[in-house]
């Protein structure tokens, strides 16, 4: 998705901090952090999918609104942090950071090449769902630990309190934009082609 630049320009231009947005209130420095945002968000994803894990063969309801909201909740975050917050990442990164930045991107193609597309292969009310969707709460959980241990303590010193607020002040407009939800859909709709040719394979 990164290689996609028209995509990436659709909603924005990568750069911070982003003038087009002016905070309002210097309280708004003072309180918002972009760091914090995405740690949030990966702790509601670890609760979601700790109750995903708690569901039964017979739960195929409960484990199709689950999977919803996981993947409500994740493609955004993860279509942010690969077309803004990453890229904005490597400009001031050093060796080490572009390493740990590679690894982030590779995680991310295979949550979303592989491990996404066989959970949608995998029917709700099998043993398959439950072992597929168990490696895909491992893979987000393994990701998040690595962003959290690596990059967003070196995000804390390469970006200034103001910086940080000014991301997350224009995470919170492009997720409630009409190009994340047209953005959202697309992604969903490729999943499930991808789910097609991963169930023909199986
Ligand atoms: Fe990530
Ligand atoms: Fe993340």
């Given at each position: 998705m990164h290689r996609d630049e028209t995509s990436v320009h659709a909603?924005?231009?990568?750069?911070?901090?982003?003038?087009?947005?002016?905070?309002?209130?210097?309280?708004?420095f003072m309180t918002r952090d972009i760091l914090k945002t995405l740690k949030a968000e990966h702790d509601e994803l670890r609760g979601l999918f700790a109750e995903l894990k708690e569901t039964t063969d017979r739960g195929v309801k409960k484990r199709e609104g689950l999977l919803?909201?996981?993947?409500?909740?994740?493609?955004?975050?993860?279509?942010?942090?690969e077309t803004v917050f990453y890229p904005a990442f490597k400009e001031r990164a050093d060796r080490e950071g572009l390493q740990a930045c590679a690894e982030a991107y590779t995680e991310h193609h295979a949550v979303e090449n592989t491990v996404?597309?066989?959970?949608?292969?995998?029917?709700?009310?099998?043993?398959?769902?439950?072992?597929?969707?168990?490696?895909?709460?491992?893979?987000?959980?393994?990701?998040?630990?690595?962003?959290?241990?690596?990059?967003?303590k070196m995000a804390r010193q390469m970006f200034s309190a103001?910086?940080?607020a000014q991301f997350d002040e224009d995470y919170e407009n492009w997720?409630?934009?009409?190009?994340?939800?047209?953005?959202?859909?697309?992604?969903?709709?490729?999943?499930?082609?991808?789910?097609?040719a991963k169930s023909m394979t199986q």
């Open positions: 909603f924005s231009t990568g750069k911070v901090p982003c003038s087009a947005h002016p905070p309002t209130t210097a309280g708004t919803e909201k996981i993947e409500d909740a994740l493609i955004p975050h993860a279509k942010w942090e996404i597309p066989e959970v949608h292969a995998a029917d709700p009310g099998s043993p398959e769902f439950a072992g597929r969707t168990k490696v895909f709460g491992e893979f987000v959980d393994h990701h998040a630990k690595e962003e959290e241990s690596t990059m967003f103001q910086e940080r997720k409630q934009s009409s190009a994340s939800a047209a953005m959202i859909a697309g992604e969903k709709a490729k999943a499930g082609i991808r789910s097609m």
